[in-house]
């Protein structure tokens, strides 16, 4: 059963009505285990617990080549991008989140009608699968607007070198050692991105969706830093717009600086606490990239799978995971509250 990532709470409450509430978050492999546990409150808040902080993940990653092999390591994703995940859940916060704010205070929130030019965002290629923008409520149509009414951003300028760079290809043919290493439920990964090239494939359709749901300038560039920055410096000097830069990289922000191209590092932590609050959705969010990021990862009656093998362009755009429902009680549940959201939609 293929559930979207914007309906995912359907299946916290299929499992909060079968009288689970604390849904251990698992990679199938007992190398692995347990990553995250999320505690469901009946007020639409959730604790999440982080099982394993980013150093105990990346001890047990680096344990896995000598007893499985590369293949088996690289399809797990590194301690960084663990991290990420968390981030991008809005669970946990970046490190710089106030000189992130104090940048945006700086240079965003242009006055359009005292004649200000628009300001437009630019993503690094770290930095696009991970919809910070949304969450650090500088999106052109989700940010929060100042006490003037005036948006922080009013819009994108996306480079196609990024694009470039994250069109990422490599797909899994190894399954039969992700399967002896890692569990049944790898066998389902054939043909599909392997390892880090399930972030590039979030990325590369975030940079689609973006180019579909937001006003969107599309800068030509070379791939790299110096042809990315390069071609922001020329859009600034021809443009009435000012495109401001988000990057992890600080040589791109540097350069990016050096060419008179405002532009902010992101400051990812190296690790997470092990207990954070937040709410239903934000949990739905942790279990999509979980999910996405190690392939497939099991809760309580319930297998998620990130990538199938059925999985195609169709699924990736509209954020589709696929749930197995080992509970005879669940996938009825699932289905009766995936109808009442298409009636009402």
């Known amino acids: 059963m293929e559930v979207s990532r914007r309906r995912l709470t359907v299946l916290l409450n299929a499992l909060y009505d079968e009288g689970v509430d604390s849904i251990p978050v698992e990679h199938p492999a007992s190398d692995i285990g347990e990553l995250a546990r999320i505690e469901l409150e009946t007020d639409g808040q959730v604790t999440v617990r982080f099982t394993q902080g980013s150093f105990t993940y990346q001890e047990n990653r680096e344990g896995i080549p000598a007893k499985y092999g590369e293949a088996a ?16 859940s809005s669970l946990v916060e970046l490190d710089n989140r106030d000189e992130i704010d104090a940048f945006f205070d700086r240079h965003g929130y242009p006055d359009l009608e ?3 030019g628009p300001v437009v965002l630019g993503l690094d290629t770290n930095i696009i699968p991970w919809r910070l923008p949304e969450i650090l409520g500088v999106d052109s149509d989700t940010g929060d607007t100042d006490e003037k ?10 480079a196609t070198g990024v694009k470039e760079e994250l069109d990422w290809h490599y797909k899994q043919y190894n399954t039969h050692e992700l399967t002896a290493a890692f569990g049944e439920e790898f066998t389902r990964l054939d043909n599909q991105p392997a390892g880090s090239n399930r972030e590039g494939f979030m990325g590369l359709y975030e940079y689609r969706r973006l180019r579909t749901n937001r006003t969107v300038d599309i800068i030509e560039s070379n791939t790299g830093d110096e042809g990315i920055v390069d071609a922001y410096e020329a859009f600034n000097e021809e443009s009435r717009k000012t495109a401001v830069l988000l990057s992890n990289d600080r040589g791109f922000i540097t350069r990016a600086t050096e060419a008179g191209v405002p532009a902010q590092h992101v400051d990812f932590p190296l690790d ?17 990239y979980l999910a996405v990021l190690f392939g497939v990862v099991k809760l309580p009656k319930v297998t998620v799978y990130g990538v199938w093998n059925g999985k195609d362009g169709r699924h990736w755009q509209h954020e589709q995971l696929d749930m197995d429902c080992r509970s005879p009680k669940i996938e009825p549940r699932l289905t009766r509250d995936l109808r009442i959201l298409d009636a009402t939609d």
């Open 149 to 158: 009414g005036r948006a922080p951003t009013n819009g994108y300028a996306l």
């Open 114 to 116: 005292a004649g200000h």
């Open 272 to 288: 997470m606490p092990r207990k954070v609050t937040g709410t239903w959705t934000d949990a739905c969010e942790l279990l999509y």
């Open 73 to 88: 390591h690289d399809d797990l994703p590194d301690a960084e991008t663990y991290t990420r995940a968390a981030v991008a």
